[in-house]
Each structure stands twice: as C-alpha cells, then as structure tokens.
C-alpha cells in the first residue's frame, strides 16, 4: 500500500549546524504534509505543514521543502540546538482519498542527535 | 490554550483484562483521532471522529477495541480483552475540520503482560 519512508533513521549534527531531515512519498494523491517532533515520553509536537500547492514553507529557524515530481519532502533546521534532539517525524494525507477525513500516514521517524 | 488531556499516563495490566483511556481535545476542535504508537514506529491510527460520529474505523480491531464520544467532546478508549500485543503508547489528537494540522496529547503507555 501507499506508505511515507525515511532515509536515515539516525542523523547526528553538531550544534549550531543546519539539520536536514528527509521524507519520501509514494502517494502521488497526497496534499497535505506535517512534520512532528517527539521527544521521549512525550506526544508528537506539530513543527510546520506544507500544502502540495506550495513548494516551500518558513517558519521559526525550521523551513520545509516539498518537491512533487519526486515525492520528496525535507525538513531544515538551521542553527540546530540541543533541545531540538528527538524523533522527527514526517507525515501526509490526501484529502481526496479520506474523503475530506485526514487521516494521516505517519513514516518510521528519523532520530536527531545534536552533538555538543 | 489548553492542550490536549488524556488520562492515565501509564497503565500495567495482565492479558485478558479490560482497560480504558479518556481523552479531552482542544476546545472547540470537532475532530478527534486516537492512534497507536509502537515503539519505533510511527503512529498508526484506530479511529477517528467528527463530532459524535465516526469518520474512520477501518484500522480498529473491533473484536477488542471500542471508542466513543458519546457528547462530541471528550471520548474514551477501551480495549478487552487485552493482549501482550496491544502494548504500546495510545496517543489523542484533535483538530479542526479540513486539512489542519493534528495537535497530540501525552499519551498514554500501556504494558500488558
């Protein structure tokens, strides 16, 4: 079935660099996206979205690409710190095939690792 | 604003028994989503509501698991008769109708043995 992967399960960066995070799509109908932040014990924490009428979104130090003829989504965060260590995941939906319902397709999460 | 609220944080039962989860979502967001999070994984969700009806099931073990939001507010999760396989970290989200981001609470991890 339709699923959202991840390239690399742990990313290690030193703090103060830019973190980039990617996600692959293979639902060619999906519209919307999110990005997440996990940290351990804690519930998912929404970071920022993306329409797939946009190619690009900013938010605070974080910024998240979309490219759709690859299916291909990255999430940038610039001056990484160390409280922004943790489970990032990305996550789609089509509005198209939940009939309007966004039920959401999570990947596996890629583990951020900032190094003092 | 208040986030979402679920209660308990942690749960220890043994297989067979019967437990539950509550739930109360961001004021004024119709729509509510309980999903399960196996550790290393992604959230998967069970079922999600809008108001007091039910948008998506498909993925709910109905043998096992029943939800409700009875009043279109708060909802509850049960499961019963428990299995060693349903533990996990049973997350509640809410979100306003449409393509809205998902807003998550807590959790709550149960461990059954």
């Known amino acids: 079935g339709e699923s959202v992967g991840l390239h690399l399960p742990t990313l290690s960066v030193q703090e103060g660099d830019n973190s980039i995070i990617n996600c692959a799509y293979s639902n060619s109908a999906s519209d919307y996206f999110i990005w997440y932040k996990q940290e351990s014990g804690k519930g998912p924490q929404f970071i920022i979205d993306i329409r797939s009428n946009m190619d690009k979104r900013q938010g605070q130090r974080v910024t998240v690409l979309l490219n759709k003829t690859v299916k291909h989504l990255s999430l940038q965060i610039a001056a990484t710190q160390p409280g922004d260590s943790a489970v990032y995941f990305c996550?789609?939906?089509?509005?198209?095939?939940?009939?309007?319902?966004?039920?959401?397709?999570f990947g596996t999460g890629t583990q951020l690792k900032v190094e003092l | 604003e208040a986030g979402v609220a679920q209660s308990p944080r942690y749960k220890i039962i043994e297989k067979r028994q019967s437990v539950a989860f509550w739930c109360n979502p961001i004021?004024?967001?119709?729509?509510l989503y309980w999903y399960q999070q196996i550790l290393g994984q992604g959230p998967k969700l069970l079922i999600q509501f809008q108001n007091n009806g039910v948008v998506d099931d498909s993925q709910l073990p109905k043998d096992r698991f029943s939800a409700e939001r009875l009043k279109g507010v708060d909802s509850t999760l049960k499961i019963q008769p428990a299995k060693l396989e349903d533990s996990a970290v049973y997350l509640c989200?809410?979100?306003?109708?449409?393509?809205?981001?998902?807003?998550f609470g807590p959790g709550t991890r149960l461990t059954v043995l």
């Open positions: 996550a789609e939906t089509s509005e198209i095939l939940t009939g309007g319902g966004n039920k959401l397709t």
């Open positions: 989200a809410s979100s306003l109708v449409g393509l809205r981001p998902q807003f």
């Open positions: 004021s004024g967001h119709a729509t």
